[in-house]
Structures are given as structure tokens and as C-alpha cells.
């Protein structure tokens, strides 16, 4: 019957593309104007080809490129011969709606790229002056201002330290009622700020104070933000492309903000190079207030305690671990492990070896039945990798083991190894790391 | 009637009516206990009561075991010297033995005689034994001991004092009462008439009022076994592998026992039969590195907590002493549960069949399932269980690392003859995937149809039904058997005895059929067949076998890796002091692989010292999880240069031709 | 009055695998389960309503299958389950998840006052830690993120004191109720469902709230809401296994190769 039917130009239908789905939250569902695609149980969808009027739209919004448009082998020849004349009508349809204007219209208004400045107590967090670097390379692709914002109580000597990073203007709001941070003041006064002059681009820390404030500030202005970026740079029509880990690190994702202003990301510290400072350097201070009093905000800060000097140690929580197994040998040797945890900022952690031979508390032990660590660096010194030590830190973002036997499983989920002797190579890293410091001339690891 | 026998019949009724009652009192409390049919196979049951109580193999088979043998047969030769006794005294002018034809009269008379003598000997060892030789756990000299063999030893002597007496009054033929006969000669030889009357009657009331006063005592004494050590036998369980029944989870139903009386009556019956010997604390492996946990105490707080919660019980009212939670006696708490491995040598030694682990079992249920309360490690293993099938909670995906460097193929239904199940460890323990490697080469060299499920295998449960997490376990184990029925599988080698005893026993209340076979027996097996040719493992040294809980005692799988041992090393393994049915726990059973051990010796550690005694070469173990024990245990020591810990199919693989 | 934990099911992330040919994530048999930081939220609800008498509902917005994830936190002892689903709720951003979130709690609370609302730090797939601000911001209610803490509940006086992480730093902080609670995995050991929990949760009714009943702007939620757009998806390049050096002859060699990899993979600063 197909036979008598006159030739119509082939739809296809939409069709995943087994195994690259990544369950992102049915976006293609979402998208898909026609109802034609039900999500399984493993959050695949499943197209309904009858209902399925191969918009594409599911395709485009696809983040894993992972539904095509499927045509039989008799559709593709007649494609094939229809292509030619597709290709003219094909110019027209580029045409931009009266809406997509206006949206870009209003986009046009939004100019200038942001920093905000985080600080504790007047201590600016070093991630600030690393997002200066980072802005001032997209200030200057986007052709326009790198500016800082400064909120806080006596906190002007912020903003000529961020013109020495790279900033060309400051936003400052200085009022006691900025002495601690608490969310509402903040949100507010960044929102004040981004109302009245409409930075296309607003950049955080993405430490505790940046993520607590950064998700108040886009929920209010209703526009888009971007956790954890690792990378950012200017894609076409002016956005902003944000490079983001996801799915516990195993993807990486680029996310748009393209129909809201300002675009917001967060950076983690360290992630960013930290820019040259340069004193001599000068800009222009805004100086702004809002009209927030002590009074209007009921949320107080009744103490603030610097748990850095309590000593106290919690494995579970530390981001940087060095852990002794029974191939340190003896108790004594557990400080040369601690040296060199002092040297990374870390805590000494252990295997249930070292706890068994009276060399560690049992709070330290790391593993099945110990504590479950995620630190940014492990590094296992003298231990062999059993299963139920693996279990408590395979997921650390970095994995370094030393060992002297190579065949230690240990090594099966090291990213780096050293085949050595513990007792000779710990020591030479503690002061490798020493004398890279003496020569920088620098303190060591700062939070 | 004469009027002492009015008398003695009055005391008589009295004792007998007191015996009575409190009998009563406590077997009506067995009665509380939920239902369990103890009633099949009675044949069986006859025979196993023939063997274990009368012959009292268990008994036998342990030092002083003779003295209990002795003891337990003259207690049954007096029973009738004593029915008579009794009735005599009643109906003195009708019972006799004289009355009876003088061959039996003289025969009976002369075992009696000699019997008692025996008695009291064994009394006299009894006493020596226990304030000489006792053993750490049954207390030596305690009261309860003294009262009852010197009540014993009363009542045999004045059963020698009353014949001595008749003999030397003419009234009783000596001749054939060697022993009276001699009391009366060096005792009564110049008395009167009338003082030996008096002495007659004076051992004749002794005899009245201690037998009487003894049949009295039992009932709240630890010699009630007297009464119980028989019919428990009778009752023991017949299968050889103590499973717990399921349970159905239905809305309403309350989960393991928390209380006394959700124990079977079995269970509370059991408590009244121990007879305290400390056999079962003897073997215990965590009584032995000195933790809180005692099989006989568990089993004696069960019978305390029964006694004193149960007519309260009886009578509708809330009992006052909990079942799990205090230290007290009568009570059990909650880390001693903890502690068992589930080796069950407590099971296998005690001479009356009493069950300790599964009581334990089922404490445990009551504690996860109706409480959720557990060693904080554990909750990091029922999630990961739950979560992802298996205890360390590592991504099916790396199921099928091990065979990077050898082919695998899947196991295809009617294609396949063998699953090879794996197990967690064997696909994930970086240590047991050499000896998944080896057993696969095995497979391999003998011609053995196998495949495997790969990243589709799921974990067997052991763990959790051990640790009383029926609710999870009961849906893997469903999950695996239709996972097992979708795919045709009939056949399973495991490499790992608690997969073996989880799928082989266990899932059989499921209703699965399965065929599963030890690696062990399967080895032992090819070489027999000539389907594998073994060449000598030459470089192993001494060897010597560990016997793991789950293949040996709760198996019975005794030989098959011994026989694999001699073949693939041309010498037998030798054997470490405890060994077979006797062998001690590596300490890794019954979920106790997955926490910490912070009280006394580690079990493992105590093992693997018996295993340095024998100054061997190699460990053979059958287990993935004795594997992980002894490594840990040698590098406790020390001496992981000199002593290497080897799987028997590593073992068997290095000596492939 | 109420507690409401907000928990969102998620792909186990531990076992998602990236094909190292194709860079495709290999999902297979990967289950769903509760993201693990609100496991930590549900608990602390858990222990608001025993500590102070407060009705634990839990809510989530999801595919119908996440029915699952809210029957264990039935067995876990809440009281009230929402499940949030449609498919116009689907592909949502933070921004587009935290609305709906926020209306559904904003519903509850017309039928009884909410007190305190409990979000986890983040969810271990979108790894964003945005949605708890998000709410509190909507919904106007004291937001206290990296709380590790929950000091005192004070239903009278209608105040939370709790204590925040913040870098080194701990701080205490007091705040008007309702108040939006975002925990940290160290506030709490979470409980284990008992028997008789799981076999109720098995058969208790879950609330479905669809875009009918929650009548939410189609251009606010789901896909259309969002503001952001996930453009492309790769597998990021790793280093797995290399052993540097010769550390038995020479460990200084190796020391120095190792620092140098941990200065250019920014985990060691000088
Ligand atoms: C690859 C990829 C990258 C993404 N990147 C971004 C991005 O940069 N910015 C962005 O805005 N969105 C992003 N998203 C979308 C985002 O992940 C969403 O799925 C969003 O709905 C939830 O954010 P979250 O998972 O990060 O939650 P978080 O903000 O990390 O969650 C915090 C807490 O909020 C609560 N919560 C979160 N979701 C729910 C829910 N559905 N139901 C109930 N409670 C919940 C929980 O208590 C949770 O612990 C990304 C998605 C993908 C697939
Ligand atoms: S092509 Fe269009 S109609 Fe077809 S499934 Fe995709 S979105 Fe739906
Ligand atoms: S949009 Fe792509 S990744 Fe997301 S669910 Fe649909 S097919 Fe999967
Ligand atoms: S099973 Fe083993 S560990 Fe448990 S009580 Fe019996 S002997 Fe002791
Ligand atoms: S339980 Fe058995 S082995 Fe243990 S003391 Fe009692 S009778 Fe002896």
C-alpha cells in the first residue's frame, strides 16, 4: 500500500542511541512537544514513533548527544534526492522571531564582568583574587570592564587590593551590619548592586560563603548558575561557556546561560592560576549603600570559633590525608607521616594494620569499618591495599600510594605510585615541598 | 500397714506431690514457648537417643567422659534398687526382691550392690576431678556440684549401710552383696540385734529422706538435665546445618525474639537440659580469647530468664527482667550477640544437643529487624548489601575484573554445565581473585563445562542472615534464585563455603534444588576421575590444612580438601591441634568479618598461633574470608616472610601438569 | 507544625563508569538511590520530630519512580510522603527545581505550618549545592547552609540555633523559624529502618503532586524554566595507575616527580 502513496518527503523518527544516555533528568521529555517519549525505569526515554514528529527538539536539548533522527534505508535514498532542494528553503528558516529580538534586546542591557570579593573579619579568601584573573581574560574577549564588589564592615582596602589583581572598578558597600556574613544583608546588596548596573557576568567563590550566597542571589534575580566551574570562556552570541564537573566527577559538562542575566558561576579555590599582583595599578571606587539596618535581620551570629587551632581531628571531614599502614614498621615512624601532613595542610589517617598494632587510635582508621573519607589527596604510605581498606577512600579525589612491594593492590587505584621505601620517601617529599617553599619564599598551605 | 510404712507413705505422697509440682511448674513453662515439630523421623530420633543419651557418645569422648558414663549407668541400674526401695517401703509385706525366684534375687542383689559401689566411686572422682582438674568453665566445687554428689554419695552410703546392716542381721544373703558384706564384717560385726535394728532403720530412713529429698532437688538444680538430658536428645535437631526458619513478613508480626517466650519450646527446653560440663565454653572461640560472650551462659540465661519471667508470662503480665540488655544473670546483652561467629563448636561438642548459635540468631533478628540496633559498622554493610549486593559496596561493573588476562565465557543455559558462582570476595578481593584465577585454571585443565554471571552475580546473603538481617536477606535470596531459575542454572561451584552453605542449605527453604559443589570437593573429585593430573606442588613445605567452620562442622566436608593436599603435594597436610569437627574458627564467620574486635585476643590471631605451633610452610585454607584471617594474623606476627597462606585451588594449580 | 526534608534520588554515582573509548557513561545496572548527603537531611527531620514533637513529611521531585526512594524514607519514620512528578517538572535546573520545591512546600504549609525545612548539602549527580538557598529564598525563610548543628529548636519563641561549618571556621548562629536547614554529612549517623517500618512504608499511600495540582507557570518549571542549558557532555581525562620513578634506587627522584604532579594538578600550593 506504501507503494501507491505519492513520495513525501521521509520525517524519520527520533531513536536513542543505546548506551549514551546519562539519565540527566528527562530533558527530552521535557522538550518534546508532542508527548511522544515515556522515561524507563533506568530514566532512558522511550520514543513513541507514532507520536514522534521528528521536531528534533528532543536532539537539541539532548546534553549526551544521544538521540539521533532514524530514517529506513528507502527514507535515506528519497532524503538524498530531496536534499538539493531542501537546501534553498533551508536559508529562510533562520529567520529570528519578534520574541528571540526582544529577549536579546534586553540582554544587550547587561554589561561588564563581576567579581565579588569574599572576605571573613577584612581576610579577603584567595579565591577572589584567582576569579579576578580568570575575569579579566573574559573582560577582555567580551571588550569590556572587570569589575570587583566589595561588601563588608571597614573593608575599603579590599578594593585597591583588587585593582592590584586586575580589577578596573569596585563596587563597595561598607556598613557594619556587613560585619559577619549572613545571607539576607548579602543577597540583598548584591542584587542592589546587579539591578542598578547590570553586569553581564558575575563571578564566585565556590567556598561555603560563595555557594550559600550565590544560590540566594540567582534565585532572586531568577537567572541561571553554575556550580564547580573549572572552566570558563566566551562562546558566540556573547555567552558564557561554564565547563563544570558532574555524576560525582566521572563527566564533564558545559552549561549556557543564555536567556537571563546575569550569567553566574562558581569556582572552587585552587582551580584558577592566582593572577601577578601589581600595587601600583589603580581604578575607580563606587561607593553604594542599602537601606538595611541592624534591626530589619533577625538572623544573629552569636560565636565564631577557629577550629583550625582546636586540634582537633577528624579524618572523615579533612581534604588532604596521609595514612600509615604495617609498613611504617613502628609508632615512631607515624611522624614523619604527620610532617608531612603539616606540610599539605592534612591529618594523619591509618589502616586497621596500624590501629591492630597499637601504633594509631582506632578514631583514625580508615576503611569497612573505620571512617569513609572523599579528601582530595590520599596518599597511603606502607599499605597494601586490602579490600576493606579500599572501600573507606577509593573515592578520594587523588590517590597517591608508596609502597615497596609493586604488586600491593594498592597500586590497582593509585593514580600516582612510588615503588620505594616509606621511611626514605616520605621524607624526601616533606622536604622537596620544604625547599620549594624556602625558595618561593612562601608560608605553605592557607584554607 | 505397718505404721512406719503409714508414715513413710505420708512423707512419701508429700515428697512425690512436691516433685510434682514443682515439675510442673517448670515444664508448663516450656509450654509458652511458640510451636517447632520435634516429632518426625521418630525413628531417627530412637536410635540418635540409643547412641547420644544411653550410649553417651558425646560424653565419651572427652576426658572424665568414662566417670559421667559410669555415673549415668548406675543412676539407671539404681532406678530400679531404688523402685523398690520406694515401693517396698510402702507395701513392705508385698514388694521385695526377695520375693522374687532366688537366681534373679541374687543377680539383682549382687548388681545393686556392686553398682552403688561404682557410683560412689565415681562420686569420690567426680569430687577429686573437679577440685583438682576442673576446667576454666564449670566452676569447680560450686554448691550446686557438692549438694548433689554428696547427696549421691549419702545415699549410696547408706544403701550400704542398710544391706550391711541386714547382711549382719542374717536377713539378707551375703554372699552375693560383696560390698554390703564387707560393711557389715568391718562395721557391724559385734552389734547387737536390737542396735543393728536401730542402724537398719535409722540407713533406711537416710536412704528415704535423701532419695526423696534428691528427686526434689533436681528440678531446681542444673541436674534437672537428669530429667531432660534424655527426651533432648530425643528432640535434637536432625539436620546437620542449624538454619533458622524464615519468616514471613506480614504486617502485624513481630521479628526474632525479645522475649522469652518467642523462643520455640524447643528452645526453652533446651535451656533446661544443660548440664553445665563447659564443653560448649571449652570450644568457643571467642570465650577462648576472653570475651564477654559464654554459649553456656547465653543457654543459662535463657533457662534464668525463663524462670523468672515466664509465670508472669504464663499469667498475661509484663516480664519484669529483659531478655537482651542487662548484664545480669537471666539476662544477655546485646555486644555479647555480637560476638559469634557462628562457628557452631558449641553445637557440635554439647553431649545433650543443645542449639546456642541459632538462639543467638535469633536475639540478633530482634535487634536489627524490630530495632534497628547494631554495631555502628555494620550499617556501612547492610546499606551496600542492599544497595549494591555486595558487603563492600563496589560497582558491579568490577565483577569481572579478575579475568583481564584469561577468557572467560558467560554461563549459557543448556550450553553450560557449571556456574562457577564466584563471590564477592573472589570477584573483588584483590587477594581471592588469585584464587578465582586458580580455580578457573582448574576448570580449564580439567575440561569442566563452566561459565560464570559476571557483573549480573549477585551476593549470597550469608553475612546478613548470620547477623540477623532476615528482611534484606530474604529478598536477595529470592532475587538470586530467580535469577538462577530465568537463567537454567542447576549446577554451581563455589569457591567460598558460606556461598556454598548459603546456596546449598539455606535456599533450600526457598524451595531451590540446586546442585552446588565446594570447590574442594569438585578438585578432589576431577583427580579422581583422572580428569586432572596433579605433579607435585613441590615448593609448598609443610602444610598444614585449616578446617573452615562452614565446609567442615556445618558441612561435613572433611576430607575432600585433605585428599587435594596429598594429591597435589605427594604428602598428607598435617594438622594443627584442633582439627576437623573439632577445629577452631578463623573468626570471620557469622558476619563478624564485617567488625571491629575490640575486646580480649583476636580470634584470628589465637589461630593462626595453634597454626605456628606445627612451624609450617604454607596455610591451606578453602575461604575467602579465612584467607583475609590468616594473612591478617601472619602479618600480625610477623611472619609473612617465612609462612605464606594459600587457597587449595592455588595449591592444586601449581601443581598442574 | 512540620518538618520537611526535601531528598531527590539519584544515579549512584560510585558506580557510573565512563567507557574509556567512547567517553560514554556506562550506566548499566547502575540503581537509583537516595542521594547520600539527604539520607543525613531526612535523619535530622527524623530528629527534629523526636526531639520536638514535629511531623516529618518528605518531599521529592522526580520521576514516578522515585516512589521508591520515598518509601524508604517511610520506613525510616516519616511521616508524609510528596512525590512531585510531571513531565513538565522534568529537565529542570536549580533554579526551575527549587520553584516547584518551594510551591510544594508553600502548599504544606497552608494546611499546617511548616517550622523547618531540611535540604543535604548537595546531591552527589548535579553537585550543585544551589537548591536548599534556593528555597529559602523563594520562600523568605532563614537560610542556614553547612549546618552541622542543630542546637535548639525553639517553637515558642520561633527560633533555631544551630552551628555552620565554614572552612576552618565554626560558627554559631541563631534564626527567626521557619528556617531552611541545609546539613553536612558529619550533623548525624543516620538510623536503619526496622521491619515493621518497612512493611508499613510498603503500603502506605504517597501523595502525587502533578502540574494539575500544583497548577505551576509551564515557562517557570521543568525544561523552560531553566536557565541554564547543559550544552555538551564529555569524560573528563584522568590519571589512573602511573608509577613514577625508580623510589627503591633513587626516592628523591621520585619525590620530586611526585610533587611536581600534585603543584600542576592544583593540589599542593607553595
Ligand atoms: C551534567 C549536569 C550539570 C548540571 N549543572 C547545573 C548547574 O551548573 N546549575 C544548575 O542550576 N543546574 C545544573 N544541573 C541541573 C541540576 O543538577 C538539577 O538536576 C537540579 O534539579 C538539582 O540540582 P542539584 O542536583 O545540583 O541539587 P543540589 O542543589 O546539589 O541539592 C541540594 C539539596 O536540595 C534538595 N534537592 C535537590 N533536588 C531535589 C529534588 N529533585 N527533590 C527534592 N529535593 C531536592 C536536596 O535536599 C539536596 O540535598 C546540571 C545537570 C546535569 C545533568
Ligand atoms: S523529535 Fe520531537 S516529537 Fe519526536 S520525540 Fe523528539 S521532541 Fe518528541
Ligand atoms: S536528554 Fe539525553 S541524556 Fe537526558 S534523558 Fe534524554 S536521552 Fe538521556
Ligand atoms: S557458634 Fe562458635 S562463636 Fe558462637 S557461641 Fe558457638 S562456639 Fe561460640
Ligand atoms: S550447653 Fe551443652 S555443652 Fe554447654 S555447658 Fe550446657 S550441656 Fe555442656
Known amino acids: ?447 | 500397714m505397718s505404721s512406719n510404712a503409714i508414715i513413710f507413705a505420708i512423707v512419701f505422697l508429700a515428697a512425690m506431690a512436691l516433685f510434682a509440682w514443682s515439675s510442673f511448674r517448670r515444664f508448663r513453662l516450656v509450654a509458652l514457648g511458640r510451636p517447632e515439630d520435634r516429632f518426625s523421623d521418630l525413628l531417627k530420633r530412637l536410635g540418635g537417643m540409643l547412641v547420644y543419651a544411653f550410649a553417651q557418645r558425646r560424653v565419651l569422648s572427652r576426658p572424665f567422659g568414662l566417670n559421667h558414663f559410669v555415673l549415668f549407668w548406675c543412676f539407671l541400674i539404681l532406678f530400679l534398687a531404688n523402685t523398690e526401695f520406694l515401693f517396698g517401703g510402702l507395701f513392705p509385706d508385698y514388694v521385695s526382691l526377695s520375693r522374687l525366684p532366688d537366681g534373679a534375687y541374687h543377680t539383682l542383689a549382687f548388681i545393686f550392690d556392686v553398682v552403688s559401689a561404682l557410683a560412689l566411686l565415681a562420686v569420690v572422682v567426680a569430687f577429686i576431678r573437679r577440685a583438682a582438674f576442673a576446667s576454666p568453665h564449670i566452676g569447680g566445687l560450686s554448691r550446686d556440684a557438692v549438694t548433689i554428689l554428696s547427696l549421691v554419695a549419702i545415699l549410696m552410703i547408706a544403701f550400704f549401710g542398710l544391706h550391711g546392716g541386714k547382711i549382719a542381721l542374717g536377713s539378707e544373703p551375703a554372699a552375693y552383696m560383696p560390698v554390703s558384706g564387707f560393711v557389715a564384717g568391718a562395721f557391724f560385726s559385734g552389734a547387737s540385734a536390737g542396735s543393728l535394728a536401730g542402724y537398719i532403720n535409722f540407713f533406711w530412713w537416710l536412704h528415704a529422706i535423701v532419695l526423696l529429698g534428691f528427686l526434689n532437688y533436681l528440678p531446681y538444680s542444673k541436674h534437672m538435665h537428669i530429667l531432660t538430658a534424655v527426651p533432648n536428645c530425643f528432640f535434637r535437631n536432625l539436620s546437620r546445618v542449624k538454619i533458622l526458619p524464615r519468616e514471613e513478613f506480614k504486617k502485624g508480626n513481630t521479628f526474632g525474639v525479645g522475649q522469652v517466650n518467642e523462643f520455640t519450646w524447643k528452645g526453652l527446653f533446651d535451656s533446661y537440659s544443660c548440664t553445665e560440663c563447659g564443653r560448649c565454653s571449652d570450644a568457643c572461640p571467642a570465650t577462648f580469647t576472653g570475651k564477654p560472650l559464654d554459649p553456656r551462659l547465653v543457654i543459662h540465661d535463657i533457662k534464668m530468664n525463663l524462670l523468672k519471667n515466664g509465670p508472669l508470662i504464663a499469667r498475661k503480665k509484663t516480664p519484669v527482667l529483659p531478655l537482651i540488655g542487662d548484664d545480669k544473670e537471666g539476662s544477655i546483652a546485646e555486644e555479647v550477640l555480637w560476638e559469634c561467629t557462628t562457628c557452631g563448636a558449641c553445637v557440635e561438642v554439647c553431649p545433650v544437643f543443645i542449639e546456642h548459635f541459632p538462639r543467638i540468631i535469633d536475639m540478633r533478628r530482634y535487634l536489627v529487624e524490630m530495632h534497628a540496633k547494631f554495631p555502628e559498622e555494620l550499617l556501612t554493610l547492610f546499606d551496600n548489601m542492599e544497595q549494591r549486593s555486595n558487603p563492600w559496596g563496589i560497582a558491579p561493573a568490577e565483577r569481572v575484573k579478575w579475568a583481564v588476562d584469561i577468557e572467560v565465557k558467560p554461563f549459557e543455559a543448556d550450553k553450560t554445565e557449571y556456574l562457577f558462582f564466584v563471590g564477592c570476595a573472589g570477584a573483588f578481593d584483590a587477594r581471592t581473585r588469585r584464587t578465582t584465577v586458580a580455580l578457573a585454571q582448574i576448570l580449564e585443565a580439567s575440561g569442566v563445562s563452566w561459565g560464570i554471571l559476571g557483573r549480573d552475580e549477585l551476593c549470597c546473603g550469608d553475612s546478613l542472615r548470620r547477623l540477623g538481617n532476615e528482611f534484606v536477606f530474604d529478598n536477595m535470596a529470592r532475587e538470586n534464585i530467580k535469577l538462577f531459575a530465568d537463567r537454567g542454572i542447576k549446577k554451581v561451584i563455589t569457591q567460598c563455603p558460606h556461598c556454598y552453605s548459603t546456596l546449598k542449605n539455606d535456599y533450600r527453604q526457598y524451595g531451590a534444588e540446586l546442585e552446588v559443589i565446594h570447590h574442594s570437593e569438585l578438585i578432589a573429585h576431577l583427580i579422581q576421575e583422572g580428569r586432572l593430573k596433579l605433579d607435585g606442588a613441590g615448593d609448598l613445605g609443610r602444610v598444614v590444612f585449616h578446617d573452615s567452620c562452614y565446609l567442615g562442622r556445618h558441612n561435613m566436608i572433611y576430607e575432600a580438601p585433605r585428599k587435594v593436599i596429598t594429591s597435589a603435594t605427594g604428602q598428607e597436610p598435617t594438622e594443627m591441634a584442633r582439627h576437623h569437627a573439632k577445629s577452631f574458627c578463623c573468626g570471620a564467620g557469622g558476619g563478624r568479618m564485617w567488625m571491629e574486635e575490640p575486646i580480649g585476643k583476636h580470634i584470628n590471631v589465637a589461630r593462626v598461633e595453634e597454626a605456628l605451633e606445627k612451624d609450617p610452610e604454607t596455610i591451606c585454607v578453602c575461604c575467602p574470608y579465612c584467607m583475609i584471617m590468616f594473612e591478617d594474623g601472619l602479618k600480625d606476627k610477623g611472619v609473612t616472610e617465612k609462612v605464606k597462606v594459600l587457597d587449595l585451588a592455588e595449591v592444586a594449580a601449581r601443581a598442574l601438569k | 507544625m512540620l518538618v520537611v526534608a526535601c531528598v531527590k534520588q539519584v544515579p549512584d554515582t560510585t558506580q557510573v563508569e565512563v567507557d574509556p573509548t567512547t567517553g560514554t557513561l556506562k550506566r548499566e545496572g547502575v540503581p537509583f538511590i537516595m542521594n547520600p548527603f539527604d539520607i543525613h537531611a531526612l535523619e535530622e527531620s527524623l530528629r527534629l520530630k523526636d526531639r520536638y514533637g514535629l511531623r516529618a513529611v518528605v518531599v521529592s521531585m522526580g520521576p514516578p519512580s522515585t516512589e521508591v526512594t520515598l518509601r524508604k524514607a517511610l520506613a525510616l519514620g516519616a511521616d508524609e510522603a510528596v512525590l512531585l512528578s510531571d513531565r513538565a517538572f522534568g529537565g529542570a535546573d536549580t533554579l526551575a527545581t527549587s520553584l516547584v520545591l518551594a510551591e510544594a512546600i508553600r502548599r504544606l504549609d497552608e494546611r499546617e505550618e511548616v517550622a523547618v525545612v531540611v535540604c543535604g548539602r548537595q546531591t552527589i549527580d548535579g553537585d550543585t549545592a544551589q537548591v536548599g538557598p534556593g528555597i529559602a529564598t523563594r520562600l523568605g525563610y532563614s537560610q542556614l547552609t553547612l549546618v552541622d548543628r542543630i542546637d535548639e529548636v525553639d517553637l515558642r519563641a520561633r527560633k533555631v540555633r544551630a552551628r555552620r561549618k565554614v572552612g576552618g571556621w565554626h560558627e554559631t548562629v541563631e534564626a527567626p523559624l521557619p528556617a531552611m536547614i541545609a546539613v553536612v554529612r558529619e550533623i548525624n549517623r543516620p538510623r536503619y529502618p526496622t521491619v515493621p517500618r518497612r512493611l508499613m512504608a510498603e503500603e502506605a499511600t504517597i501523595a502525587l503532586w502533578n502540574n494539575e495540582v500544583m497548577k505551576l507557570d509551564e515557562n517557570k518549571i521543568g525544561l523552560k524554566g531553566s536557565a541554564t542549558q547543559v550544552r555538551r557532555i564529555f569524560s573528563p581525562e584522568r590519571a589512573k595507575g602511573e608509577i613514577l620513578g625508580d623510589g627503591l634506587s633513587n626516592p628523591e627522584e621520585a619525590a620530586h616527580l611526585l610533587i611536581g604532579k600534585l603543584i600542576e594538578k592544583d593540589i599542593l600550593y607553595l
Not at chain 1, 548506551?19 to 522511550?46: F, L, W
Not at chain 1, 590517590?399 to 593514580?415: C, G, L
Open chain 1, 1 to 447: 500500500m506504501t507503494e501507491e502513496k505519492r513520495v513525501k518527503k521521509p520525517r524519520g523518527v527520533a531513536r536513542l542511541i543505546p548506551g549514551k544516555c546519562i539519565a540527566c533528568g528527562a530533558r527530552c521529555q521535557s522538550a518534546c512537544p508532542k508527548d511522544a517519549i515515556e522515561m524507563n525505569e533506568k530514566g532512558e526515554p522511550i520514543i513513541l514513533v507514532e507520536k514522534c514528529i521528528s521536531c528534533r527538539k528532543c536532539l537539541k536539548v539532548c546534553p549526551a548527544d544521544a538521540l539521533e533522527i532514524y530514517f529506513t534505508p528507502e527514507e535515506r535514498k528519497i532524503l538524498a534526492e530531496m536534499e538539493a532542494r531542501a537546501k534553498a528553503a533551508a536559508a529562510e528558516a533562520e529567520k529570528m522571531s519578534a520574541e528571540e529580538a526582544a529577549l536579546l534586546a534586553k540582554l544587550k542591557e547587561y554589561r561588564g564582568v563581576w567579581v565579588f570579593v569574599e572576605q571573613i573579619a577584612g581576610e579577603p579568601a584567595e579565591v577572589s583574587w584567582e576569579l579576578l584573573g580568570v575575569g579579566a581574560d573574559l573582560a577582555r574577549t567580551l571588550g569590556v570592564e572587570l569589575c570587583s564588589v566589595v561588601i563588608g564592615d571597614k573593608v575599603e582596602g579590599l578594593c585597591y587590593e583588587s585593582f592590584a589583581y586586575g580589577a578596573t572598578k569596585s563596587y563597595l558597600i561598607d556598613d557594619p551590619v556587613f560585619h559577619y556574613y549572613r545571607t539576607e544583608p548579602y543577597y540583598k546588596a548584591i542584587c542592589y548592586l546587579v539591578e542598578k548596573y547590570k553586569p553581564e557576568i558575575m563571578l564566585m567563590g565556590a567556598t561555603g560563603l560563595g555557594r550559600d550566597l550565590a544560590g540566594a542571589v540567582a534565585t532572586k534575580l531568577q537567572t541561571g548558575l553554575t556550580a564547580d566551574c573549572t572552566g570558563l570562556a566566551i562562546g558566540e552570541n556573547r555567552n558564557l561557556l561554564q565547563t563544570r564537573p558532574a555524576f560525582g566527577g566521572n563527566i564533564m559538562a558545559t552549561i549556557l546561560t543564555e536567556r537571563t542575566r546575569p550569567q553566574m558561576a562558581t569556582v572552587r579555590p585552587h582551580v584558577m592560576p592566582m593572577p601577578k599582583k601589581d600595587p601600583s595599578r589603580r581604578g575607580e571606587i563606587v561607593r553604594e549603600s542599602v537601606p538595611i539596618r541592624e534591626d530589619d535581620i533577625a538572623v544573629k551570629v552569636l560565636e565564631v570559633i577557629d577550629e583550625r587551632k582546636a586540634g582537633e581531628v577528624d579524618v572523615a571531614a579533612a581534604e588532604v590525608i596521609v595514612s600509615g599502614g604495617r609498613g611504617m614498621c613502628a609508632k615512631e615512624n607515624f611522624s614523619i607521616l604527620q610532617e608531612l601532613a603539616d606540610e599539605l595542610g592534612g591529618v594523619v589517617g591509618c589502616s586497621r594494620g596500624a590501629v591492630e598494632a597499637g601504633w594509631m587510635p582506632a578514631e583514625r582508621q580508615v576503611g569497612q569499618t573505620g571512617k569513609t573519607v572523599r579528601p582530595k589527596l590520599y596518599i597511603a604510605c606502607g599499605i597494601s591495599g586490602a579490600i576493606q581498606h579500599l572501600v573507606g577512600m577509593q573515592q578520594s579525589d587523588i590517590i597517591v600510594a608508596i609502597n615497596r612491594d609493586r604488586h600491593a593492590p594498592i597500586f590497582e587505584v593509585a593514580n600516582y605510585g612510588i615503588v620505594g621505601d616509606v621511611l626514605e620517601v616520605v621524607p624526601a617529599l616533606t622536604n622537596r615541598i620544604r625547599e620549594l617553599r624556602a625558595k618561593e619564599g612562601t608560608g605553605g598551605h592557607r584554607g
